[in-house]
């Protein structure tokens, strides 16, 4: 076992050096970089601008460019950004816990609901009940996330039972350490309930098919002849073999983590990773940019390892080949 | 010896086809009876009735089933779970997707014991009935596919006798397996028979092997069982057309070098059944009232046969 | 057309989906006849108006067999507050006169599908600049609806080149391929989507704009696909009758695309309307963060971007949100036509 986790991990080291560098072509590649657009204000001389470049290593080529920040990160320096003039990984820091807790938040929420939704639905398979719930999916999945926010938007900004935008009240700096908590979990409902709300379609759909084809395989037909009651058919066979694709799945969403909130956290307002990116990239803010994908490529390599070895330790199948 | 089971005209379909069309026999004690027929005549369907385990379009729409003299049709699910596994055991054609790939064999078969039992026991009881089945202790631990084709049957039907039931239905159990290992299942079953006070109803569409391992044959075509008899007699003297033609086909009945004959035509879809006797599309002695009737039981000797060439029936 | 008899028998709301698709994309063809007013037409005097009423009973009561509207004055600038002036109607007529404009940039005319000719039709209600939403919407679908279909057909062709090399030829090539989908497919999508985005400069003409939104899309689409059409071909390779044409001597382009390609086309055509709500929903988002198409032509994407962190806009004016739900609808047409058709072309299910 650990040698194949040793292994994966191995696998996985050229994919994230092909993909760094791949973007840190694409960023270097465009017209322009963060430096042009200091050019226009006056006040900041060529030659400020030129030392500056210097500093960042900006006049070499961009491989030179690249291995430069390689062997930076290697030391767990992602260097400064260009715009907030604060080391990356100092802004990261408290961005991306608010995304991570965001995230967490809502792909609990969502499996919790999806999964027996699931179940019932394949339970209750071409009767009405069923009929019901997979077209309220189908509306789930084919709402834009952030159409979703903006409705929900409209309906707070009407009915405003909760705050809307930032994570903390302005009262806060009184508060308890639990009325700051219960303060941040205000502010995170509503961004979190519109991840959940448009995540729990497709999830309740996967998870209905494959409790459907559970119980419609072989092995539960020998488990009935074998006079084994349906609920502890259900519960028992169908359900191991019915979560055992899911949790590919999990690990995939696990992985998207970093850039799956982030449209809707730009929406809601919520300070997250998304806003970051999206200012970091309309800024040039290369070393930004870089460490945010650089994250959520090591994201994705955890989210797919664990998603196996979970696999591993449920599925005998897999564990010992 | 008595009857355990005894089935009386059962009829199993639902409004738009009928599967099954006025089923009857019994099996006795310790007896083993072959269902013969092609593919998609009824044959897994029959087993499936028995047991109260039809797919969810089809139903039992008249007859009756009883079961060591209690009538099963009138029980509720919750009774027959009682029956399930405990009075009946049921193996199948392919154990590799009929085991469940995730649990183990030990717990397989180990969730099928009907007494509560302390867990050392019931494990004591598992390995017993392994080893009996020809399987070493380890196979306990093991999940199905760290086993072959022929382990798995055996594992399989370990899973079905742990209640030791007095009435085994086997389902084709043989077909996927190479020879040399059905003929293993095939004597382990024969030799069940001599432990345990059981009864089997074996599916194939072998009749050569229902000959060897059978006491009756029941040839079965289109939903209607065709021919019930002893298994020498009905194998050495065939009296429905159809199995006389199922017989001509057998390899073994020709000389090297000779061509061997096959059944024209097809077997008929449940969708559009003729109106008279289902064989007589491909029946070369068929008569006007073939096409019109469906033929009754005739009883001949201790054979009964469904075709109006037997009785007075041919003349009118 | 046997697939279409079959999906009106076997699931009627994909059935139905498909017309409601037609009927969309017919709205954005004759986008230049059906819409009252040029998308860049701004009523000063009638900024956040509120979408207008259709009546055939006036105030008295009185029935009028053709439908009329009544005029809406700003009564409030700062509130934003409309009143309805009860005392005049203006009538709809059919084929109206009004500007000149080119219908699909070919025919011109004056004349148009509806209008009046006093007062003023705002089906939609207006934005801030006083613009028409109800023909924006209708200019809008041409982009949000086209970039879906040349997006997928991009990636499509994408995909099966580069899975159809991958899975039929394997070894390195396979190798060095999947590797490269690997890599593409590590991007978390939405940051990858923006990164491309700020290679070029934001001041693009529309068009440019346009074949830039649809050149990233399919970067970001082409590796998932090129994935499992790389499995497809895998398994098909080793079906019995690609072998026996080999046997046959038959050279390889032949059996690409004589035995390959047709066997992959049902699932292509499900997969490719599946596929079309990801690539809408890309515009959208990009518009709708300033950075796909600009103003003042209409996208439905970009048709929503004052709504983001204007709480004033979004609760007072909510009709502005109606962008948003045809940009739904469209996806979820999509969504059931593609089920639907999967089901269909399931040979099981026949």
Redesign the interface.
Known sequence: MKRYILNRLFQFI???I??TF??FL??Q????DYFTQLKMNPEISPETIEKMRKVFGLDKNIVVQYFYWLKNVFTFNLGVSFSYHVPVSYLIKIRLKNTISLSIFSIFLTWIISIPLGIYGAIKNKRWEEKILSFIA??G????S??LA??F??FI??TAILP??GTTSIFYKGATPFERFIDYLKHLLVPGLILTLSGIGSLYRLMKNNFLEAINSPYIFTAYAKGIPTWKIYFKHALRNAINPMITIFGYELS?I???A??VE??T?WPGM?RL??EG??S?DLYL?MA??LI??IL??LGNLFADILLALVDPRVRFK | MGKILEIKNVVVGNEEIKILRDISFEVEEREIISIVGESGCGKSITLRTIIKLLPQNLNILSGKIFFEGLEITKLKEKEMQNIRGKKIGMIFQEPSSFLNPLFTIGNQIEEGINEKVEKDKKKERVIKILEEMGLSYNVYYQYPHQLSGGMQQRAMIAMALINNPVLLLADEPTTALDVTTAFGIISLLKNLILIHNLSIIFVTHDISLAKYLSDRIFVMYAGIIVEKGPSIEVYNSPLHPYTQKLINCLPEKYNKGEKIKTIEGEVPSFKNLPLGCPFSPRCEIKNKICEKRIPPEIKIGNRIVRCFKYGNFMES | MNIFVRLRKRNFISYISLYIIIFLYSLAILADFISPYPYNKQFRDTPLCPPTKINFFDKNGKFHLRPFVYEYKLVNPSLNKYEIDRNKICPIYFFVKGERRKILGLFPSRRYLFGVKEGKIFLFGTDMHGRDIFSRVLYGARISLSIGIIGVLISFFLGFLIGGISGYFGGKIDNVLM?LV??FM??????LM????????LNLSSFQVYLLIVIILSLIGWAGLARIIRGMVLSIKEEEYVLSAKALGIPTFRIIFRHIIPNTFSYSITAITLSI?GYI?GE??LS??GLGIQEPYPSWGNM?SV???N?RI??NA?WM?IP??F??LT??CF??LGDGLRDVCDPKNW
Not at chain 1, 141 to 144: C, E, L, M, T
Not at chain 3, 186 to 191: E, G, L
Not at chain 3, 194 to 201: D, E, G, H, N, Y
């Open positions: 050229p994919l994230l092909g993909m791949i973007s694409i960023i590649l465009s017209p322009g189908y509306i999945i084919s709402i834009p952030f159409f903006m409705l938007i409209f900004s009407k809307l935008g998207g970093l850039s799956g982030g449209l730009i929406i307002g998304g990116v999206l990239v309309l040039f940019v945010s994908l959520g490529g994705l390599i | 590797r690997e890599i590590m991007f978390p999508s939405f940051y923006l990164a491309l985005r700020a290679v070029f400069p709500p929903l959208s988002t709708l963060l929503l709504c983001i962190g709480l979004l609760s909510p949100l948003g739900f940009i739904f996806i979820i969504n059931f």
